[in-house]
């Protein structure tokens, strides 16, 4: 539901659809389950180096151990998260982390590379509507001002989940094998499970009708659903939101797969440290997310717009700092510009989702944002990884590596378009580009 100025002026205070405790609460524990997502997602990457030689596996199998979770989570988390629209979202998340922990807990009892790879689709399909379905929940209880801080701060859920899995996992693979490290993380997630289960409840996610509607908004809200899926890529804007965000997010998923493994061959470093290592740069990965969306938020309040040239700047920054990185000789220089390169690796994860959402009707967003999440997976986090170790075996992970940083070439292009066409889509669809404030959309139905 938009927000309604009050009589006073223009100036009032942000509507909260529940209560501002519970709504923190909920987007702990959400984010605490995206967590588990991703810790089990990027144990994996922590163990490359045991199980490429206790299984005798090229990088080009390894990355495909990574790449088929990421292709799975794009392949179904459209219809997953359609359905998550109309059976009900808490319910879908309880399954889906369900279905990821017992899978992860069975690439722990895995006896060769075909049984991996199976648990690892099972992974895949677990995970593939979380992340659209958890962030829509956490977008319906938060008021519209927050909303690219929270998609930053959300998505950045899967980096700091990246630095758990591969530093936690790392350690435990050290101290106790590779097999224990995906048992931990299977654990974990089950435990998290249960405790979502208990305090998050699909009544307490209070419908926009309890909020005072309007007439219009009651009728949009209360439409069929295949009236509103069209409006899903009814916009160039929107479209290009998605093909940018898929392939800046191919830089960041190469770079949270295989610099474990780059600091174990080119720093020489254990298991553990390497893993360590490229712990601190996922969470810089994170933090980087976290303020993309912040600054997207603060230099967009009064021109919407600008939320685009936050996504360009990354996607440039990010080109021209990685490619300097991996010409560099190792040492502390190629550590810090590297650092900085990652930090801007995914700083338009926040910016872009908050576009999707401004562009899109309210009470499909779990299927918006899935179709984000479709992008992403297919056009960044599952070719990622794979095309790398393909490339790797021919020419070695760091002229790999020296190749990724080209790819946001085509993410900033993407971004561009996107930003021309911006403010005439939102004025066609029926949204408010004018200076004055954010265009706001209903708050979404959770019936």
């Not at 600091?263 to 976290?290: D, E, P, Q, W």
């Amino acid at each position: 539901m938009a927000a309604t100025p009050s009589a006073s002026g223009p100036a009032s205070e942000p509507v909260w659809p529940v209560g501002r405790g519970y709504a923190w609460t909920v987007f702990a524990l959400s984010f605490g389950l995206l967590l588990s997502d991703y810790m089990s997602r990027q144990v994996l990457n922590a163990v490359f180096p045991m199980l490429k030689s206790e299984w005798l596996l090229s990088d080009g199998a390894l990355g495909s151990l990574s790449s088929i979770v990421a292709l799975a989570v794009g392949v179904l988390t459209f219809p997953m998260s359609l359905m998550a629209d109309r059976w009900g979202r808490v319910r879908s998340l309880l399954l889906a982390a369900t279905l990821w922990s017992i899978a992860t807990i069975g690439c722990a009892i895995s006896a060769n590379y075909g049984q991996m790879f199976v648990a690892r689709l099972f992974v895949g399909i677990g995970e593939a509507a979380y992340g659209s379905v958890g962030i829509a929940v956490v977008l319906s209880i938060f008021p519209i001002a927050l909303r690219a801080t929270l998609s930053g701060a959300f998505i950045a859920g899967g980096a700091f989940g990246a630095v758990l899995g591969v530093s936690i996992g790392g350690a435990v693979a050290d101290a106790a094998g590779w097999r224990w490290a995906f048992a931990v993380m299977g654990i974990l997630g089950l435990v998290l499970a249960a405790v979502y289960g208990v305090v998050v409840k699909e009544r307490k996610l209070v419908p926009a009708a309890d909020l005072g509607d309007t007439p219009e908004d009651a009728a949009e809200a209360s439409a069929p659903l295949r009236a509103h899926l069209p409006r899903l890529f009814s916009s160039v804007s929107v479209i290009s939101a998605y093909v940018g965000s898929g392939l800046q997010l191919f830089i960041a998923a190469t770079l949270l797969s295989w610099l474990p493994s780059y600091f174990n061959r080119y720093y020489h470093l254990t298991t553990a440290k390497s893993g360590s290592a490229a712990g601190v740069y996922a969470l810089v990965i994170g933090v980087g997310m976290i303020l993309g969306g912040v600054a997207s938020d603060r230099i967009s309040a009064g021109v919407p717009i600008r939320k685009w040239a936050v996504a360009v700047g990354c996607s440039i920054g990010s080109l021209v700092l990685l490619t300097v990185a991996f010409q560099l000789p190792n040492g502390p220089a190629q550590l810090i510009t590297l650092g900085l390169g990652a930090l801007l690796s995914a700083g338009s994860a926040g910016p872009a989702a908050a576009m999707v959402a401004n562009l899109t009707p309210a009470n499909v967003a779990a299927t918006a944002f899935g179709t984000l999440t479709l992008a992403n997976s297919l056009l960044g986090l599952a070719p990622g990884p794979a095309l790398t170790g393909v490339l790797a075996d021919h020419v070695g992970l760091l002229g790999a590596l020296r190749v990724m940083p080209l790819v946001a070439i085509a993410a900033t292009a993407a971004f561009l378009v996107g930003r021309h066409w911006y403010e005439r889509d939102l004025l066609r669809i029926g949204g408010h580009p004018a200076p004055a404030a954010e265009p706001e959309l209903p708050a979404e139905s959770t019936s």
